[in-house]
Structures are given as structure tokens and as C-alpha cells.
């Protein structure tokens, strides 16, 4: 159990990415968490689309800045090496990303178990420091996060709930197999990527949330992989493991699939849709 655990979190977890992530083609940064929230500063993986890894794998369009923006929320294991990856595969596709850390200014080895978490709000402090910067189009940034992140993506577009304390919101939201909402009122197009034999959050439960969303909130877009378990993404996780009493597994079909759907929504939603892709997931 302690083996499979421990897989898991180097996989989609803390690792020790910030002793070793200084390889890597982003920046680690420390920005200002929001007025009155601890610990002051929050830390981060920024990636660009015209500096680094970002700029030799993106498109090399001559599109110049500012950019649209992503703000990347990690799961329940923290921060990574796959999050970085994350932000560099956006960086790509020609958007500022910023993988934010949510355990690590904390103290904390790890989320799993409940433990609740600020993270949508960290997404706002995010927002925030990312309107600051001259490169970044404030009025075009989504969230993504996977698991405790997508739950957390899912907070911080939800008008009850984080969203209602800003002015400022996101213009999408993406959660990779979040635990959802039920009755979500959403102030962003959202949408969710969940398998259908995730033993840890409940494709059911995404449909009972899309069902009963209320009318006069955002549009969700749900998509349930057959055969896919939690982590579906993470490709450190083959052969599968079981973690925390749940299965986990990357699922090559489902991996691509959920990029594909979400490069289009975001596309879609952050700077209308490129050649060859639809405006909506189908």
C-alpha cells in the first residue's frame, strides 16, 4: 500500500519538484497571495509561449502578446512534474501558464485525505498577478485542474460559492475528473473530463451536476471516457496502481482525446476558434 501511495504522489504529486525543476523551461516564481490570506506568497511554474520549451514546441506563429492565460491547480498530491508539463504544453499552444503550489508555502507533504484546501481562491491570487503582467491579457484566462484542482476549478467559477467574492472572474474553466457540484451556477463556460470507471469521483455525479445546473449560469460540457479510471491523464501511471483505496491509470485513447477537447475549449472560449477545430467539444 505504502508503495502504491508513494507512486502516486511522485506521479501526480509534490515529488520534489522544486529541488529539481530548475532543468525545466519555465520560471519558479513567488507572487502575492490576496489581501488578507496566508501564507503571504504563494509559489508557481510560469511558462510563456515566447521563451523556452514553450516557444520551440509552439506553433511559431508570429501572434505577439499580450496572451491569453491559463492558471493550472494541481492535485491532492501537489505540485509536479507532470503540472509543469502541463504548463509547458500550454505555453505551446500559445498561452501564458502558471502552475500554482498550493501545499508546498503551506507546509503541507499532501492534500489527500480531505484536507480542505484555499485552492480556488489561490486560483484568484493567481488571476490577479497574472493581470499584472504586461504579457498576459487579463480579460482572457481560464483555470484547469485535475482532481482536487478540478474540484477546485469547478469553486471558482461556481457564482455561489469562490466566485461570488471577486469582480474579476475567469472566462473558462476545465476540471479533469473533479468531484462535482450539485445545482452549479456557473459565471464561465466550463467544461469536465471524467472516466467512466473513476472509483474516486463519480462520473454520475458530473451528470446529475449538468443535469440540474441552473439555466441562467454558464454552459457545461461534460465528457465521460468508457473504461477510464481516475488519472486517466497521467502517463507515469502504466501499468495502473491502486492509491488511497482508489484505482488509478493513464488511458492513452482517453489522454488524447481529453487534449484535443480541451486545446478546442479553450481555443473556443480564450481567443475564438483556429483552424480545423470545432467551437464545442463534441
Not at 27 to 53: C, M, S, V
Not at 172 to 195: D, E, F, K, R, S
Amino acid at each position: 500500500m505504502r508503495i502504491a501511495l508513494r507512486i502516486f504522489l511522485l506521479a501526480i504529486g509534490f515529488a520534489s519538484f522544486f529541488g529539481a525543476a530548475t532543468g525545466r523551461a519555465g520560471e519558479l516564481i513567488e507572487f502575492p497571495n490576496l489581501p488578507k490570506q496566508t501564507p503571504a506568497h504563494l509559489r508557481g511554474y510560469l511558462a510563456r509561449p515566447d521563451t523556452g520549451l514553450s516557444a520551440i514546441l509552439g506553433s511559431r506563429s508570429n501572434r505577439a502578446g499580450p496572451y491569453p492565460a491559463v492558471v493550472v491547480l494541481h492535485g491532492c498530491g501537489g505540485i509536479s512534474s507532470h503540472s509543469a508539463k502541463i504548463a509547458d504544453q500550454l505555453g505551446s499552444w500559445e498561452y501564458v501558464a502558471l502552475t500554482v503550489d498550493s501545499l508546498g508555502p503551506r507546509g503541507i507533504a499532501s492534500g489527500c485525505g480531505g484536507r480542505s484546501l484555499d485552492q480556488a481562491f489561490d486560483a484568484y491570487a493567481a488571476l490577479h498577478y497574472l493581470s499584472q503582467l504586461d504579457f498576459v491579457d487579463a480579460a482572457r484566462v481560464a483555470v484547469l485542474g485535475q482532481s482536487m484542482g478540478g474540484s477546485a476549478a469547478l469553486y471558482a467559477v461556481e457564482r455561489g460559492l469562490t466566485a461570488q467574492y471577486f469582480d474579476q472572474h475567469f472566462r473558462a474553466a476545465i476540471a479533469y475528473y473533479p468531484n462535482c457540484l450539485p445545482g452549479a451556477w456557473m459565471t464561465a463556460p466550463t467544461l469536465v473530463l471524467i472516466g467512466e470507471a473513476d472509483e474516486w469521483n463519480q462520473a454520475e455525479q458530473c451528470r446529475e451536476m449538468v443535469k440540474h445546473a441552473r439555466t441562467d449560469g454558464a454552459a457545461i460540457s461534460l465528457i465521460v471516457y468508457p473504461g477510464a479510471h481516475h488519472a486517466f491523464d497521467v502517463v507515469e501511471l502504466k501499468p495502473g496502481t491502486r492509491a488511497l483505496g482508489h484505482w488509478v491509470e493513464y488511458n492513452e485513447p482517453a489522454a488524447k482525446d481529453a487534449e484535443e477537447k480541451a486545446r478546442a475549449f479553450l481555443a473556443a472560449n480564450l481567443d475564438g476558434a483556429r483552424p480545423g477545430q470545432s467551437q464545442t467539444p463534441q
